[in-house]
């Protein structure tokens, strides 16, 4: 495979923003008159759709509930969300090294691409990526591979010369169905063999174990490199 861009997820695999998550859906139930869920519930449901979170965490389907619930946790999120998420303290030096390896840089996430660009710019790493496709900009959302579809069309990248790097079964199921090798990182909720029904090209213990997976050189030696085990590539 001759690697011309690396997707990623954003929550859990460059990110933490369990502390905002959790906020704002307890804020989002407790607005219904909803029984509150444990946080852990709601850490494995971060990554999926409001309306899949919200059937995961109730068992409720109504639309007019799913609509009530997205607009109470959006309307929290834009109040806190930034402050409650941070970036992971690995995911700068990765990211530059990758990019010096002259890899194109996309995000493809369930979150809002409005959101991501607030927290990156914050960060100083907007700029690295040239292409992230939140939830306002597709119909349909992971496990649906049109994020990823839609970030290869605009970085001209075919599937095969690409990676998306993801904590959470959606991500590997979105990138099968977009022909897109998967990396797992395991930095979030999901273990292992969460990922059995998947073909996972690697997992990494830390998102600093990267480069080295991908074979590409220039990370920082000061960052710890984490370790990797590759399944196939």
Avoid at 95 to 102: E, I, W
Avoid at 181 to 209: D, I, K, Q, Y
Wanted: proline share 8%; net charge negative; glycine share 6%.
């Amino acid at each position: 495979m001759a690697l011309r861009a690396a997707l990623f997820d954003f929550d859990f695999t460059l990110a933490d923003s369990s502390r905002g998550v959790i906020a704002c859906i307890d804020h989002a139930l407790d607005s219904l008159r909803l029984p509150p869920a444990p946080p852990d519930q709601i850490r494995a449901t971060i990554g999926l759709s409001l309306p899949a979170t919200f059937a995961c965490l109730t068992g409720l389907t109504d639309p007019s509930l799913v609509a009530a619930f997205s607009r109470h946790f959006i309307a929290r999120a834009d109040a806190v969300m930034a402050d409650l998420t941070r970036i992971y303290p690995e995911v700068p030096g990765v990211v530059r090294a990758v990019h010096r390896a002259g890899v194109s840089l996309g995000i493809v996430s369930s979150k809002f691409r409005y959101r991501i660009e607030g927290i990156t710019a914050r960060e100083g790493l907007l700029n690295y990526f040239p292409v992230i496709v939140g939830a306002e900009d597709v119909p349909h959302h992971k496990p649906h591979p049109a994020g990823l579809e839609v970030a290869l069309m605009r970085l001209q990248c075919s599937p095969d010369d690409a990676v998306y790097v993801g904590d959470h079964p959606v991500d590997a199921e979105a990138a099968v169905r977009a022909g897109v090798p998967f990396v797992a990182v395991l930095s979030g909720p999901s273990h292992r063999n969460a990922f059995a029904a998947f073909p996972v090209v690697a997992f990494l213990e830390t998102f600093s174990a990267l480069p080295a997976c991908l074979k590409i050189g220039g990370i920082d030696p000061r960052l710890h490199i984490g370790s990797y085990d590759t399944i196939f590539w």
